[in-house]
């Protein structure tokens, strides 16, 4: 579906991308994984048409260089950092949908499915959003569509844990007409979203590597964790995970995505002296 | 409604919203309010009254400020948008790089045209209403004139923009760039002519390619058709072009020269990187 040949790219003297050769599959789920300056940005940059570079690239056939609008017409994207927009809501969500010739309502469905209040925002500045709310508008505006190469940046970064969880549901109705690109500067970020790593470092990739991708998109773990002693700053890191004390506070029960349970498990593991039991069960 | 249009409407909403264009739209409608407020609809200058005498000197000012400010207005916000990753988004959406960069273009010229003709047309709207004579002929000619300096600059600032790969490096070449023209005015060029160090030929050329000369002429042989203030110049252009040829090419070469400079911003930015 998607080719890289020999790609390299420069700016002035600086080699950025060196000798990119990488084929993708429909249905492939990638880790785009690397420090800053790794090539990262610069790679999904030559496959949005954006960059002027050495070597080729096709999607399915095509070059996005040189078929703009039908190449980018099968890709959504969502970028790190939301664009400074200074026009409505509406307005960006009718723009997109004019030239991706989707439905705005299928934009708005998303939005709404993924927590965001779409028609009290319409009229409100893009830019004058929190940054939660950006990214699901950009999300929803990139899943809003029947595109089927998805390329995110570090997608879920701003996200709540409930939107996270809808965010994976919404991945996962993806699954079968869709190729993803995730991009991060750490692994363990989008481990649980991915059935392939790539890893770039000094414009080149270093790996290139399948994983078993066991936990599905759609999983959900029970979880049970029982305190020594009630703790409100344990309280308030769990906010948004969904899980609910007893009366005593002591006892936290409630479900989590699988993808995410490396991310739950980095936050409880900061209160590890406290914690008298964990468990964790797929449900 | 196909991307150009689309583009065009998202570039002028993105304007409108723009802090830049509040006060290119504060300046513009200050300035004619300011005019009326002295009264200058009811003096006598050279024989101009009522609303001529305002139409002129609106003119006048509008050309000392509506290139610097277009030119530095656009590279700041079309580099900027650049720079602050509003490219990287939209250029991401399935539009054509030529819809994209003539649609901004479109929504840009509005946005930059339309204050400072609205703010003549409420002049002329006003003059009405309270009796004071408008002159047609001159109205439309200068809205003539405002079209292709508003083309003329906005077109050198798309290619500026495009050329300068950033923010700053744009504003700078702005800057210098309306220098430039404005050192090659008609003063400086007599000072120069004076000291022997260019012939009078070349010194009518300069001011016939300066766009801001071209203006400036242009408006002055509305009420000096015969150009008598410009001295043996006027000979030399009216020579060239009559009074109703130069009036012409005070419109006609402007706006062709803005939109070749677009032109050429185009062809720059989609054959390199976009970003």
Same mark, same amino acid.
């Given at each position: 579906m998607i080719q890289f040949k020999n790609i390299g790219k420069t700016f002035r003297r600086a080699q950025v991308l060196n000798g990119i050769d990488l084929d993708i599959q429909l249905g492939e789920r990638i880790a785009l994984i690397g420090s800053n300056g790794a090539g990262k940005t610069t790679l999904i940059r030559c496959l949005l048409g954006e960059y002027d570079h050495q070597g080729e690239i096709s999607i399915d056939g095509l070059d996005p260089r040189k078929?703009?609008?039908?190449?980018?017409?099968?890709?959504?994207?969502?970028?790190?950092?939301?664009?400074?927009?200074k026009m409505p809501v509406g307005q960006l969500i009718d723009f997109s949908a004019a030239l991706c010739k989707t439905d705005p309502q299928r934009i708005h469905a998303i939005g709404k499915r993924l927590g965001l209040d779409v028609d009290g925002i319409l009229s409100r500045q893009f830019v004058r959003l929190s940054g939660g709310m950006k990214q699901k508008l950009l999300i929803a505006i990139a899943l809003g569509r029947d595109a089927k190469l998805l390329i995110m940046d570090e997608p879920a970064a701003n996200l709540d844990p409930e939107a996270r969880k809808i965010f994976f549901d919404l991945l996962a109705e993806r699954l079968n007409d869709a190729t993803m690109i995730i991009s991060s500067h750490r692994l363990d970020e989008v481990s649980s979203l991915v059935n392939r790593v790539i890893e770039m470092d000094m414009g080149k990739i270093v790996i290139d590597d399948r994983v078993a991708d066991d936990a599905t998109l759609t999983d959900r773990l029970s979880c049970r964790i029982v305190l020594k002693r009630p703790e409100p700053a344990f309280a308030k890191a769990l906010d948004g995970w969904n899980l609910t004390p007893d009366a005593t506070q002591t006892t936290w029960t409630g479900d989590i995505a699988g993808p995410d349970r490396l991310r739950f498990l980095g936050i409880v593991s900061r209160y590890t002296a406290l914690i008298a039991d964990l468990s964790l069960s797929e449900a | 409604m196909n991307q150009l249009l689309l583009t065009a409407k998202l570039d002028l909403v993105e304007s409108l919203r723009a802090r830049w264009f509040q006060i290119y739209t504060l300046v513009f409608g200050g300035i004619v309010a300011l005019l009326f407020v002295f009264g200058l609809t009811e003096s006598r200058v050279l024989g101009f009254i009522g609303l001529s005498r305002l139409l002129v000197t609106y003119i006048q000012l509008t050309m000392a400020i509506l290139p610097i400010f277009v030119l530095i207005t656009t590279v700041r916000s079309v580099? %900027?948008?650049?720079?602050? %990753?509003?490219?990287?988004?939209?250029?991401?959406?399935?539009? %054509?790089?030529?819809?994209?960069?003539? %649609?901004?273009f479109l929504g840009r010229y509005v946005a930059v045209f339309a204050p400072v003709f609205l703010a003549m047309l409420g002049a002329v709207i006003w003059a009405t209403i309270v009796n004071i004579e408008v002159p047609w002929s001159m109205f439309v000619y200068y809205t003539g004139l405002l079209a292709a300096m508003g083309l003329c600059f906005l077109g050198i600032g798309m290619l500026i923009s495009v050329v300068a790969r950033s923010t700053d490096m744009a504003q700078g070449s702005a800057f210098m760039v309306w220098l430039v023209l404005l050192l090659f005015l008609d003063l400086i060029l007599l000072g120069v002519m004076i000291q022997e160090r260019v012939t009078p030929e070349v010194a009518v050329t300069l001011a016939l390619v300066n766009p801001l000369q071209v203006f400036r002429t242009a408006a002055l042989a509305m009420f000096d058709p015969q150009l008598i203030v410009l001295g043996p110049s006027a000979y030399v252009i009216l020579d060239l072009f009559g009074a109703d040829g130069f009036r012409l090419f005070a419109l006609v070469y402007p706006a062709l020269l803005g939109i070749l400079s677009a032109a050429a911003g185009y062809l720059l930015f989609k054959r390199g990187d976009l970003l």
């Open positions: 078929h703009r609008t039908e190449v980018l017409g099968k890709i959504g994207f969502v970028p790190q950092l939301p664009p400074p927009l | 580099a %900027g948008d650049r720079e602050a %990753g509003v490219f990287e988004y939209l250029l991401s959406l399935p539009v %054509g790089l030529q819809a994209w960069f003539w %649609g901004k």
